[in-house]
């Protein structure tokens, strides 16, 4: 069973900045497509970005196009989601998902693993 645990969520100003980290359990990180979702109160999860095995092929939703960036470190097990401009509106738990899968996927159907998610606030 692979287990996921996110870091780097906190209380933050409108206009600031976070970096999620997502340390992965396994051996290796190697074969898994990794994403980020969120979810915030009242709402659905909904997919943010993805990333290839080799951290060439990226997705992301259009919400948070420029203004977040995933990123992967296969040696370090580890997946990162820069976040900046960050507005109020970004106010969510933020979950790391894998799958082992060469495609990327946006529907969190297609992942099978999850972390237990980190609580990000932005303040107006």
Avoid: H
Wanted: with cysteine.
């Amino acid at each position: 069973q692979v287990q996921l645990a996110e870091s780097g969520g906190g209380l933050v100003q409108a206009g600031g900045s976070l970096k999620l980290s997502c340390k992965f359990s396994r051996p290796s990180i190697i074969n898994y497509v990794m994403a980020w979702f969120r979810q915030a109160p009242g709402k659905e999860r909904e997919f943010l970005a993805a990333i290839s095995w080799g951290g060439i092929t990226t997705r992301y939703d259009d919400s948070v196009k420029g203004r977040f960036t995933i990123s992967r470190d296969n040696a370090e097990n580890t997946v990162y989601l820069q976040m900046n401009s960050l507005k109020p509106e970004d106010t969510a738990v933020y979950y790391c998902a894998a799958r082992r899968n060469v495609a990327l996927s946006s529907s969190q159907s297609d992942y099978n693993n999850w972390g237990q998610g980190t609580q990000v606030t932005v303040s107006s």
